[in-house]
């Protein structure tokens, strides 16, 4: 079926500058995670990167590992890019990112330089790609030093491979210390994709969101809905081909009793405000100007068209975020604070 993109995409989106740069990130990015592998249709596949760019969400976020298998949602978004996006390169960011487990053997994963700068190589093969946007170092290395890993990226920026550098999940002080080597080496961090969501706070208490302030780097949010707690998905029951019946990303066991009831309780804030839940939680990570974009993910085009809407509103009165506070901390979960624990 042919396609032609959205002409008013643009005008139905956000974009934010990305820290102290001159790019500008969609304040909603979509993310092809767990949803992007074989065991999906690649038509689906398809018809959600549409739907995502028909509603000006330029970005594009992968992994090495992502799928699965994995590599293979890289395989499918390379397949898309070529019969779908054919013509549309410079109007998209496209990122990628390597430090989980890849290959067999003591070079498959972590932030060597040898790992990192193959991983990448792979990973512009699989897309079909010669740079990609942005390339992170997905998790902290304790045991590689950092500036190992830090000049490793900054070679692949100066070889061509992609045009800006990030890294993902660690902690303030890390975090610190990896930027000011890339300052120093000449290639400025430009962004940082921690985990944060109304229940998963991690980043406030660490003090990252103020680091990134204060150094000047963007920030990219992954998992706003917590894993689709913070969605209509679970109010009622866990279905079938939901990321916790599966055990894919989200502990069955976080949805309690209690974390449901007080999620119902976030719901109908959410309905009074005009929005869905998830609208909501996306709205809440962005309510202060202060996270450069909000990333999802999606398991059909629908998905993609509701969360989209989140930039209609984001303004919450003062006793709209006392409410949420009491309820989403009585809910607190911290399912992605570990790798950058390891700092």
């Known amino acids: 079926m042919n396609w032609t993109p959205n002409p008013e995409r643009y005008s139905q989106m956000v974009y934010n500058t990305c820290g102290k740069s001159g790019l500008k990130l969609p304040a909603i990015s979509l993310g092809l995670w767990h949803n992007f592998g074989d065991d999906k249709p690649h038509q689906t596949k398809q018809a959600i990167c549409r739907t995502a760019f028909d509603r000006g969400i330029t970005h594009f976020d992968l992994a090495n590992n992502y799928g699965p298998p994995p590599g293979s949602a890289e395989l499918a978004f390379g397949r898309i890019l070529k019969e779908d996006f054919a013509g549309l ?36 093969k699989r897309m079909g790609l010669a ?9 902290f290395d304790p045991n ?17 491979r992609a045009l800006y550098v990030g890294i993902s999940s660690y902690n303030s002080k890390r975090t610190r210390e990896a930027a000011a ?25 660490d003090g990252l969101v103020d680091t990134l302030e204060e150094l000047g780097i963007g920030s990219i949010v992954f998992s706003p809905l917590a894993q689709g707690m913070l969605s209509t998905k679970y109010l009622n029951d866990i279905p079938d081909d939901s990321r916790a019946s599966q055990h894919k990303s989200l502990n069955p066991d976080f949805l309690s009793e209690k974390n449901i009831a007080n999620i119902k309780a976030l719901n109908e804030i959410a309905l009074q405000r005009g929005q869905t839940l998830a609208q909501m939680a996306i709205a809440w990570v962005l309510r202060k100007g202060r996270i450069t974009s909000a990333l999802i993910g999606a398991s059909r085009p629908e998905q993609v068209i509701d969360c989209a809407k989140a930039v ?10 006392q409410q949420i506070d009491h309820y989403a901390t009585d809910a607190a979960i911290n399912i992605w604070a570990k790798s950058a624990e390891l700092g």
Not at 144 to 160: C, K, N, Q
Not at 181 to 205: A, D, F
Not at 312 to 321: G, H, K, R
Request: hydrophobic share 35%.
């Open 89 to 124: 390169r410079d109007e998209l960011i496209i990122s990628s990112k390597a430090g989980y487990d890849m290959w067999p053997g003591p070079y498959g994963e972590w932030g060597s330089r040898k790992y990192l700068i193959a991983s990448c190589d792979q990973s512009l």
């Open 131 to 139: 740079y990609v946007d942005i390339f992170y170092s997905h998790r």
């Open 144 to 160: 590689t030093p950092l500036e190992e890993t830090m000049m490793a990226l900054d070679h692949i920026v100066r070889s061509g």
């Open 181 to 205: 080597i890339l300052k120093e080496l000449g290639t400025p961090c430009l962004i940082h994709q921690p985990s944060y969501s109304m229940l998963n706070r991690w980043v406030e208490e």
């Open 312 to 321: 209609d509103n984001l303004l919450f009165t003062d006793a709209e975020l």
